[in-house]
């Protein structure tokens, strides 16, 4: 049973108290977030959180099937990093002074970062990426005196061709459908 | 356009359309508009008054599971709604269908620490099925429908509906739909064709296959398809506590109790058994022990409507996402008639000597003082209801000796709180059960500390002429505690001894008829006194405080390992 890293994609409606609701099964049995992502997926209506989170395989299937079991919940699944193509973007705020003493060029060019903004006091610089690519830019940036930086939680699709949730919506359309010619 | 009316009396149609005539409570400030109305409503809506929420819910829990219908609780904010979580978590854990409303503050004062005002879907969320805030009189109507859906299908469970002050006051147009369905929510899915036929090969081949009978049974009114498939593929079949009333205790494929304090049989052949055909139960720790030394041979097919429940804490070889109902009676026709003779027969040995070493003592009692056994007043009050009473148990020793020398004719006749263990339910839970079938006898077991936990209800069978028996077991201590202390903890009795009240006089107060029973000599008579009363009686009943429940499978054990008393434990031949 060896920890490692897993994220969970959850689709639900969109409705007051979902975050309370999911949180407390991982808060239940003391199980940290690493990083959480929430926003509108692409079907109206549905939202999707991408949750990132250090366990054993069977503790991860286990939390997914409580979480789906919220009632509110449409759908929930669990990968492993060789399963989706994720992302996360952090921005860097620097000192414009050691910017302009060190090599821009080569902090935007071998980094794949980008300049969002220069001001006489401070340059921000983005970036988007893995966690390491990301944590690689903080260390040198780090040297020319680094004052804010901020990392977004992981977002994440999978490699199927569809939204994993739209079997079950069509499903369930079905059902609907069938309730109602009873 | 039809006219206006206010948030309370939609809330109160919307009970009606959704069928409801009875609901429990206890008013406070913030749901004072909903019993203003209430009052006009009173020839369709009958309101118990209880003594705390606690009772409410617990009375709501009875009633739900004796009827089969949604238990109603009305509440007041903050200290009210409070009130009403141990009830919540308990029905969340039986999956038992709760309506819960509560009052609350006026919207403009939510999260600003007003009076009485707790954040109650926070606190709820965990311990409910779904919980939702209203704060505007249209709102109700719908909320009511999702409310009954939710709670009544699929597994049921307890749903909290959180309702503003002004909601309840300002007016809306009513207009009441049911609520069928739920886009992010399947109560009824579809089998697979192809895992009933996997299902039935597996159950066909089996040479020694065991039922599990779970709570699930009872839920979806499986009781006459699990037998005929019992009977059928002549399966054995062991229940669980919560599963103990969906065959006839007499009915020769009965095998008994599961789990740690269960009967030797169904125990010890769990672990021979082949094929383990698990139907509405959740493999919980008091039925399985040590799961790793769990079944050991058997393949495990597992029907639940909970799709959480598969593999959380027993691994199944197949699964059958369904309600009991609709998965055994889909089953059925692909199940080959059988005769398992010789392996239905290979639980007698242990029948024998489980009747032999532990229940004849119990039974048969005979203590020098005259001081009773649990199971041999059990057993007596049993036959003396011609084995056909509901049972309502509280928690402890009292529940364990009723739930093993009970006995069951009907179905739905086993109420206890088996996930949450909640002492205090019993009197509240009878009380509601004989509301709920006023044609049936309530008998309630129920320990001096449990009793004393929601006494105060004695005031609701005494407001309504509740016709429930309660059978106190008295041993002047929490006697399930104190066996625990007397085996495991050098029989150091660290708080468990009570100091009592004299309950029959207590009893008096309430003008509930009552009688001690000092001595064993009384009993028989007694019984006959308490059966033959119309109304409402309490027999205290003066118990050895050394009785313990046994055979029992100690916590960390394989669910075979069993002790047959303090010292011994069971080596079958
Ligand atoms: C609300 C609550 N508090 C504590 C417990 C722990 N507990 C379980 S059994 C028991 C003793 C019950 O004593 P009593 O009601 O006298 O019944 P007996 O076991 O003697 O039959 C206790 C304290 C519990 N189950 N529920």
């Known amino acids: 049973m060896e920890n490692q890293l897993f994220t969970i994609s959850v689709f639900t409606e969109n409705q007051v108290s979902l975050l309370h609701q999911i949180s407390m099964i991982f808060s239940r049995r003391c199980l940290n977030i690493e990083s959480l992502s929430v926003s509108a997926c692409s079907i109206p209506g549905v939202h999707k959180f991408t949750i990132t989170c250090c366990s054993y395989r069977a503790m991860m299937e286990h939390v997914v099937k409580q979480i789906e079991k919220r009632i509110d919940v449409l759908k929930a699944f669990l990968h492993t990093d060789d399963e989706i193509v994720f992302q996360e973007v952090a921005l860097y705020k620097v000192p414009t002074a050691s910017v302009l003493e060190s090599n821009i060029e080569d902090i935007v060019r071998g980094n794949g970062a980008r300049v969002l903004e220069i001001h006489p006091e401070y340059t921000v610089f983005e970036k988007t990426g893995h966690t390491d690519e990301i944590t690689e830019l903080f260390d040198k940036l780090k040297v020319l005196g680094l004052r804010q930086f901020v990392r977004s939680g992981r977002i994440a699709v999978t490699k199927a061709p569809e939204e994993l949730v739209s079997d079950y919506l069509d499903r369930q359309e079905r059902r609907r459908q069938d309730i109602n010619n009873e | ?573």
Not at chain 2, 47 to 58: D, K, M, P, T, V
Not at chain 2, 146 to 164: L, M, T
Not at chain 2, 358 to 383: F, W, Y
Request: with cysteine.
């Open chain 2, 1 to 573: 356009m039809s006219e206006k009316i206010t948030g309370s009396e939609i809330l109160i149609r919307a009970l009606i359309d959704q069928g409801v005539d009875t609901v429990f409570g206890y008013p406070g400030g913030t749901i004072m508009p909903v019993y203003d109305r209430l009052y006009d409503f009173t020839d369709r809506i009958r309101h118990y008054l209880a003594r705390h929420e606690q009772g409410a819910i617990h009375a709501a829990e009875g009633f739900a599971r004796a009827s089969g219908k949604p238990g109603v609780v009305i509440a007041t904010s903050g200290p009210g709604a409070m009130n009403l979580t141990t009830g919540l978590n308990d029905a969340l854990m039986d999956s038992t269908p709760i309506v819960a409303i509560t009052g609350q503050v006026q919207s403009a004062l939510l999260g600003k620490d007003a009076f009485q005002e707790s954040d109650v879907v926070s606190v709820m969320l965990p311990v409910t099925k779904w919980a939702i805030q209203v704060r505007r009189p249209e709102d109700i109507a719908p909320a009511v429908a999702r409310a009954f859906y939710i709670a009544s299908s699929g597994r049921p469970g307890p749903v909290v509906i959180d309702i503003a002050k002004d909601a309840q006051t300002n007016m809306a147009e009513y207009k009441f739909e049911p609520c069928t369905f739920i886009r992010s929510y399947d109560p009824d899915p579809e089998i697979p064709e192809q895992v009933l036929s996997e299902a039935a090969a597996i159950l066909n081949e089996a040479k020694r296959p065991m039922i599990l009978a779970g709570h699930g049974i009872t839920i979806a009114k499986a009781e006459e398809e699990l037998i005929s498939l019992a009977e059928k593929a002549d399966i054995p079949v062991g229940c669980t506590m919560l599963g103990l009333s969906s065959i006839p205790s007499g009915h020769p494929l009965n095998k008994g109790l599961l789990g740690m304090h269960g009967n030797l049989g169904p125990n010890i052949n769990t672990n021979k058994a082949d094929v383990i055909l698990a139907v509405g139960m959740r493999f919980d720790d008091r039925v399985t022990g040590d799961t790793s030394k769990y079944a050991p041979s058997a393949k495990i097919i597992h029907i639940d409507i909970d799709a959480s429940e598969f593999d959380k804490t027993v691994k199944s070889n197949l699964h059958i996402h369904a309600s009991a109902k609709t998965a055994l009676s889909k089953l059925l026709p692909l199940i080959e008639p059988q005769k398992r003779s010789e392996w239905v027969d290979s639980f007698s040995q242990h029948e024998e000597v489980e009747s032999e070493r532990v229940m004849k003592r119990e039974i048969e009692a005979s203590t020098p003082d005259g001081k009773m056994l649990m199971g041999e007043v059990v057993n007596k009050v049993s036959e003396a209801f011609g084995h056909d009473a509901i049972l309502v148990t509280d928690v402890g020793q009292n529940q364990l000796f009723s739930v093993r020398y009970f006995k069951f004719k009907s179905p739905r006749s086993c109420i206890s709180s088996g996930g949450l263990g909640t002492m205090g339910f019993g009197l509240p839970a009878a009380i509601g059960a004989k509301i709920g079938v006023p044609y049936r006898n309530v008998v309630l077991f129920v320990g001096d500390g449990g009793l004393q936990m929601t006494i105060e209800e004695l005031g609701m069978i005494m407001e309504y002429n509740v016709n429930v028996k309660i059978v106190l077991l008295n041993n002047n201590f929490l006697g399930n505690v104190r066996q625990w202390q007397h085996l495991f903890f050098n029989s150091r009795y660290s708080a468990t001894p009570m100091v009592n009240p004299d309950f029959k006089t207590l009893a008096s107060a309430y003008g509930i008829a009552a009688e001690d029973v000092p001595h064993r000599d009384n009993l028989d008579e007694a019984i006959s006194r308490m059966v033959a009363h119309d109304g409402a009686f309490l027999l205290n009943v003066n118990i050895d405080e050394e009785d313990m429940v046994f055979p029992m499978t100690p916590g960390g054990h394989g669910v075979d390992e069993i002790l047959l008393n303090s010292k011994e434990y069971y080596k079958p031949v």
